[in-house]
């Protein structure tokens, strides 16, 4: 059951993207949010979405691949907000480019902010959740923390780095006998501004690999996951499941599959601007705020009915039970007339 008090909730990455859509869901159930990113504009206009909506909202800027700045920032909020419920590792950087051309400087950072990022929110949250015996950190992964993908070695690298950590730290909670918590909630290709802001070394400019899923059922699957963190994993989309899947049935093929279709599936055929910025070093919404949408939600889907089902799967299963079990007595019933 989702909790019927307001909680404190940290969002990294707020400013823009599924951070952003992350912010406006907790808002419109009344929680109070911290918002954390590099981006001042954008946060700003976060956390006048928030209050807007009735909610306490507060913004945070802070580097998330500097440890001692998100330690403070975690202490800011508690003094703020009061202690803090849920933190959702939301922020990412990347790199769209082929691994040789991309410098260790940049492969650094791409890793410091997509891995290390959720690893120093993780710690910051749990030092406080922990002597409390309460609390959940939800990590948003991709599937491509199981399926590496062309073009985004440092990305793809950060994300399966992120998915054994959490599962290691999953363990030792259990292990502890806490009521804290750990999950993960692993999403699809999402219409996000990073396609226009993402540094690039690639000809054209990029776009999500496969199917597109607005940033809105993304947050709702996220907050699902806030409100049952029991569960190790979510996963939301169709393509996330289908991923998976295939590269578990059969990984050389689907390497072959990707490298035949992974360079222009990532790419539109507008030529990209050689001088176009990015935000890997510095942000872009500094003094713009770009929203949580990218430029394809003419493609994008608004919903997924997979995340649905996976969010319902218990009351589904006993469903398809009694369905069953009163197939099994018609059929009885019929043999009985013959």
Not at 77 to 86: K, M, W
Not at 158 to 174: F, S, T
Not at 304 to 333: C, I
Request: charged share 20%; hydrophobic share 45%; glycine share 8%.
């Amino acid at each position: 059951m989702a909790p019927t008090e307001p909680r404190t909730v940290v969002v990294t990455g707020a400013s823009a993207g599924v951070g952003r859509a992350v912010a406006r869901a907790f808002a419109a159930r009344g929680d109070r949010l911290a918002l954390l990113a590099r981006g001042r504009a954008g946060l700003d206009a976060a956390v006048q979405e928030a209050r807007d909506t009735g909610a306490r909202a507060m913004a945070v800027t802070v580097d998330l691949a500097d440890p001692d700045a998100v330690e403070r920032a975690a202490e800011s909020v508690e003094r703020a907000l009061g202690p803090i419920d849920v933190w959702v590792n939301a922020a990412l950087a990347s790199v769209f480019a082929p691994f040789t051309e991309i410098t260790p400087a940049d492969f650094r950072r791409v890793t410091e902010v997509t891995y290390l990022g959720y690893v120093y929110g993780t710690r910051a949250a749990l030092r406080r959740m922990l002597p409390r015996d309460r609390g959940c950190v939800v990590q948003v992964g991709s599937a491509i923390a199981y399926r590496g993908i062309p073009l985004q070695s440092a990305y793809s690298g950060a994300k399966h780095a992120l998915q054994g950590w959490n599962e290691a730290v999953r363990c030792e909670l259990l292990h502890q006998g806490t009521a804290v918590r750990c999950t993960m909630v692993q999403l699809p290709a999402v219409n996000t501004p990073q396609f226009d802001w993402v540094r690039s070394r690639l000809p054209w400019m990029g776009r999500p690999l496969g199917s597109v899923y607005q940033p809105e059922p993304i947050a709702r699957a996220i907050v699902h996951a806030a409100d049952h963190p029991g569960r190790r994993e979510y996963r939301v989309g169709a393509s996330t499941v289908v991923t998976l899947l295939a590269n578990a049935l059969a990984p050389g093929l689907f390497d072959r599959y990707l490298a035949r279709n992974g360079y222009d599936g990532q790419q539109t055929d507008a030529p990209r601007p050689p001088d176009l910025p990015d935000n890997l070093w510095t942000p872009l919404d500094e003094h713009r705020d770009h929203g949580a949408h990218g430029r394809f939600d003419d493609e994008a889907r608004a919903r997924s009915g997979q995340a649905w089902a996976d969010r319902h799967r218990a009351p589904l299963a006993a469903a398809a039970l009694l369905l069953a079990a009163g197939a099994a007595v018609g059929a009885r019933g019929r043999r009985r007339c013959h």
